[in-house]
């Protein structure tokens, strides 16, 4: 069965502090890969996806991340992280190479930045 | 405004007293799903739609029901509600598995 692993539960930084967040899945196939962040008290909002073509996305907010085949991971990152993206973040996972409705999530790490 | 639509918001019932929690998208999306929030755990998908009638189960399926009857609603059923079951509940829509899904603003469900 697929899974997907983030190993940082907790991660506390200061402003403009560089910010990368892992995130490893278990699956051969093809697969389509997501992060997803979640403001205090709201719903969970896309911040990229992957699935082909170049390995480094870029998303929103600043946000990218980087699919490395052979590790198996999609490492979330940002150069300098400001107040506003305390939140928490969920990397998420599908099998790529048919149409499937099940999209698998990690546990989530809580990001706290203090100004 | 596309959007996921959820209600209500906020429920606290009693052991055993079956509840419906509403789901209706705007966007015509294919692919609908249930996921239960829980701290330390993530999100965990109950239940997903592919098609209007077409419904499988996600990884924590026990204790609930979905149907599918049209494309735009897909309602959670919980027919004998447990305390167990007292978590934070978000529906989600998507157009294809190439898409992140698309979520509503959740359910805090609370058993008795």
């Known amino acids: 069965a697929q899974s997907v692993s983030q190993h940082n539960h907790h991660v506390i930084l200061s402003e403009a502090a560089s910010l990368e967040l892992g995130c490893n899945y278990s699956y051969g196939g093809t697969v389509n890969l997501f992060w997803y962040v979640q403001y205090p008290g709201q719903h969970l909002q896309l911040l990229l996806k992957?699935?082909?073509?170049?390995?480094l996305v870029k998303g929103i907010k600043g946000f990218e991340a980087e699919f490395i085949k052979s590790k198996f991971s999609f490492n979330l990152r940002k150069p300098s992280v400001q107040w506003s993206d305390t939140a928490e973040y969920f990397c998420?996972?599908?099998?790529?190479?048919?149409?499937?409705?099940?999209?698998?999530f990690g546990q989530g790490t809580t990001l706290q930045v203090k100004p | 405004e596309a959007q996921v639509t959820q209600n209500p918001r906020y429920l606290i019932t009693v052991t055993g007293k079956k509840l419906t929690v509403t789901c209706s998208q705007n966007?015509?999306?294919?692919?609908m799903s249930w996921y239960r929030q829980d701290p330390g755990l993530g999100l965990r998908q109950i239940y997903y739609?592919?098609?209007?009638?077409?419904?499988d189960k996600g990884d924590v399926p026990e204790g609930y029901k979905v149907s599918r009857k049209e494309k735009r609603n897909f309602p959670l059923i919980l027919e004998s509600p447990s305390p167990n079951q007292t978590s934070l509940y978000f529906c989600a829509s998507r157009l294809s598995s190439y898409y992140g899904y698309t979520f509503g603003s959740g359910t805090r469900l609370t058993v008795v």
């Open positions: 966007m015509n999306h294919e692919y």
């Open positions: 992957y699935f082909s073509g170049d390995p």
């Open positions: 739609s592919m098609n209007v009638e077409v419904t």
């Open positions: 998420a996972v599908n099998e790529g190479s048919s149409n499937t409705g099940k999209l698998i």
